[in-house]
């Protein structure tokens, strides 16, 4: 559920926000990631098997409490956004990236640089489809564009020379007459560049 969280101690967080596609999400300060860990295990579960976060169940009963209680424990966690379309949490007013808090919870920190969603659907947080990555790995590991032309990233029409074009990067790679030669030289270039088996297919 979302649009109503109440706590009645709040851990005091020296986060920082960032835009991401048009929201403000916060982050942790690194000297807090142990005890911000610690609360989110107080408050949320996480199931592996779903990539559900789900509100704990809140103790002892205040007012604020069984108001929680009654409209949120037990319930899923965070709305998919409408342009990221990540799962995002708020908590203590703040907004947080679902799968960041899951892979906290999982393994008692962050990775050091980013989280791929393995099969491009940023909304499913199932640890199997969740990985630590450098930037070079996560750009690796991209959808196509719905836009795309030719239907496989790195192949191109080119107008003049009528032929398909296939690029890597910023490398050039050749012209073809056929459509398939081209394909089969940007796939045989991505294995040798490393590429994840699913950079260039749809989300």
Request: charged fraction near 25%; hydrophobic fraction near 35%.
């Amino acid at each position: 559920m979302v649009g109503f969280f109440y706590i009645c101690n709040k851990l005091p967080l020296n986060g920082w926000l960032f835009l991401w596609g048009g929201e403000m999400i916060s982050d942790v300060d690194h000297s807090d990631i142990p005890e911000f860990c610690k609360y989110l295990k107080r408050i949320l579960s996480y199931n592996p098997s779903t990539g559900n976060l789900r509100w704990k169940e809140r103790l002892p009963l205040s007012r604020g409490d069984k108001i929680f209680n009654g409209r949120c424990a037990g319930n899923v966690a965070g709305s998919v956004g409408k342009v990221n379309k990540y799962v995002r949490v708020t908590i203590d007013d703040k907004l947080y990236l679902a799968h960041r808090l899951a892979w906290l919870m999982v393994y008692g920190e962050f990775p050091k640089e980013h989280i791929d969603h393995i099969n491009h659907d940023r909304a499913d947080n199932r640890l199997s489809n969740l990985r630590s990555v450098t930037r070079k790995e996560n750009q690796r590991n991209q959808s196509i564009s719905s836009n795309s032309k030719s239907g496989v990233m790195g192949v191109y029409w080119h107008v003049k020379s009528k032929a398909w074009e296939a690029h890597i990067g910023s490398q050039y790679i050749g012209r073809y007459q056929q459509k398939c030669d081209a394909v089969a030289a940007r796939k045989e270039a991505e294995r040798k560049h490393g590429y994840h088996p699913n950079h260039g297919c749809l989300a």
